[in-house]
């Protein structure tokens, strides 16, 4: 039995990943009067059937009396040869029922009865439901971390316990940021998406652009959480970028921003020694990066010249600018400080000022590097960062002053529990 | 876009008492809040406020604010930039010290003075 439990287990949890925002989002399209959370209770109800329909190898009529399923659709092994297909039409009917409920048997229009839509086919309908959805989710009354989880969730089909992993929040914490999210997506009909495609939300493009922005650097950052997660979210952003520019949705700034994903994408495998400890960008080993990715992302930056640059463009250019370097020493650190201090001025603020600083510092103007990042320590919700103790403490040691690095290692950590953080400061910090 | 002041209220004779541990600890969970604000672009300004101040009307200056008995005064200050009062509310719904109930959150719209609305 429990070898039979195994394969339908398997198949259904790859299934929901896959599939589960894509069939909330077509039921949600097909029945517009049906709310989000009806829609999403009715999917996980269809998995959990699935789950034991497949297992027993019942068919699945007789543990949902209302569902006149072919037969021919359950194959010997008791997983249909179709499986998400099954899984929409147990939720189809489910949603007609629902509806016969409301409207007092009033005849169901046309499109009810329609056949399954194909959700594996070579087509790009899904694709395009897909962008529809994350088009949807970039909602101007939403904050960009909720736009971020909602995506995640409904786009991604990220689990809870995923999102809260890669977003270091809590699942409670996200669970209320989703109760409130959905409050907004049933008020404002969010996700009623509208069948003439995207052109009714293409003004939303630079939102979107933030939105995977967003996803690709909480999947980068090395302490949100374990490896496979964290490649998981860069993979995601990767996806979605692509299928704008292949829908032909993007614009410039969506090619800086692929550029931009691929040129760190492809320095992934050097983040890490063999070992496991985390690599400073001036320790890595260079032949680890991916020369193929670099090249690409290379056509993509071309591709995105325009008049009108965006900070994609900026920051692009200097991750191109460290790929394309032979070696730490040999960056071209001054090109890199002045793209920086063009992004400072594009959005002032002290995190961008903390990279600025940096890259002044490696280009030879110390003095001026060390004013600023002292300066930012005045400011309270800065004092207690943890790069930029790191950056402090580091810099200080590349002067030859042990001392105030080691001042400086000390509240760093104080400031991170990240194994591979504080590992990684022990490494930095004098003896 | 449209700028926003975000006014951390809280009481501050309970901030007062708390450790020197928390009061770090809330600081850098508040700037995590932060960074997420910049990193989209919507960050422009913010500062915690200590409770030495004063409080001065037409006639009389307190040394003592009225802010200090309050049961919520302002602690600290988040400008922003968002595209709507609801998102406003959106970013401050996230605000740590919201979620762990230390603070509310007050949401202004500051005023735009629009050179074509006054020649109307």
């Known amino acids: 039995m429990n070898d039979a439990i195994d394969p339908v287990q398997r198949t259904v949890d790859d299934l929901y990943k896959t599939h589960y925002g894509k069939i909330v989002s077509v039921l949600l399209t097909n029945f517009p009067d049906i709310p989000l959370e009806s829609v999403e209770d009715a999917v996980h109800d269809a998995f959990a059937a699935a789950l034991t329909a497949w297992a027993a190898g019942t068919h699945p009529a007789s543990t949902i009396p209302s569902n006149p399923i072919p037969s021919n659709s359950i194959s010997s092994n008791s997983i249909p040869s179709n499986p998400p297909g099954w899984i929409y039409t147990v939720c189809r009917n489910k949603m007609i029922n629902l509806l016969r409920e409301g409207q007092r048997l009033r005849p169901l229009p046309d499109q009810h009865a329609g056949v399954e839509p194909n959700f594996d086919g070579p087509s790009s309908t899904f694709k395009d439901q897909q962008l529809n959805l994350l088009f949807s989710c970039a909602h101007p009354d939403l904050s960009p971390k909720v736009q971020v989880v909602i995506t995640l969730k409904y786009v991604a089909n990220l689990k809870t316990a995923a999102i809260a992993q890669a977003l270091g929040m809590t699942e409670d914490g996200i669970d209320k940021l989703l109760f409130r999210a959905k409050k907004k997506i049933r008020e404002e009909k969010l996700f009623l998406l509208d069948p003439g495609g995207l052109t009714g939300l293409h003004h939303r493009l630079p939102t979107v652009h933030k939105i995977i922005y967003l996803i690709f650097n909480e999947g980068y950052k090395p302490s949100s959480g374990d490896e496979a997660v964290n490649e998981a979210m860069c993979e995601e952003a990767l996806l979605l970028c692509k299928d704008i520019l292949d829908l032909g949705h993007g614009d410039t700034a969506t090619r800086a921003l692929y550029a931009l994903m691929l040129f760190n994408a492809a320095r992934f495998g050097g983040r890490l020694s063999p070992s496991g400890e985390l690599l400073d960008l001036d320790e890595q080993d260079r032949s680890l990066w991916n020369r193929p990715m670099i090249v690409l992302a290379g056509d993509f930056l071309r591709q995105s010249r325009s008049t009108h640059l965006s900070s994609y463009h900026y920051e692009a250019g200097i991750a191109w600018l460290h790929c394309s370097a032979d070696s730490f020493a040999g960056t071209n650190w001054r090109l890199i400080s002045r793209l920086y201090l063009r992004l400072l001025r594009m959005n002032p603020n002290p995190f961008v000022e903390l990279n600025y600083a940096i890259a002044l510092y490696y280009a030879g103007g110390k003095a001026k590097a060390f004013e600023i990042l002292e300066g930012l320590l005045h400011q309270p919700f800065m004092n207690g960062y943890y790069l930029l103790n790191a950056a402090l403490g580091k810099l200080y040691m590349l002067e030859g002053d042990a001392a105030r690095a080691k001042q400086f290692f000390a509240r760093t950590l104080e400031q991170t529990t990240h194994p591979l953080e504080v590992a990684f400061i022990h490494r930095l910090s004098p003896p | ?120």
């Not at chain 2, 309970?14 to 009061?23: H, Y």
């Not at chain 2, 932060?34 to 672009?41: I, L, T």
Request: hydrophobic share 45%; net charge negative.
């Open chain 2, 1 to 120: 876009m449209e700028k926003f002041l975000l006014l951390i209220r809280e009481d501050l004779q309970f901030r007062a008492k708390m450790t020197p541990a928390d009061f770090k600890h809330n600081l850098q969970i508040m700037t995590k809040w932060v960074e997420w604000m910049a990193q989209s672009g919507n960050f422009l300004n913010a500062d915690p406020l200590t409770d030495k101040g004063a409080y001065i009307g037409q006639n009389y200056v307190l040394s003592d604010g009225p802010f200090i008995e309050a049961k919520e005064s302002i602690s600290g200050f988040i400008l922003i930039q968002a595209e709507s009062l609801d998102q406003a509310v959106s970013f401050a719904q996230l605000c740590p010290l919201v979620l762990n109930g230390t603070a509310a959150v007050e949401v202004r719209t500051i005023m735009n003075m629009n050179m074509d609305d006054s020649n109307e």
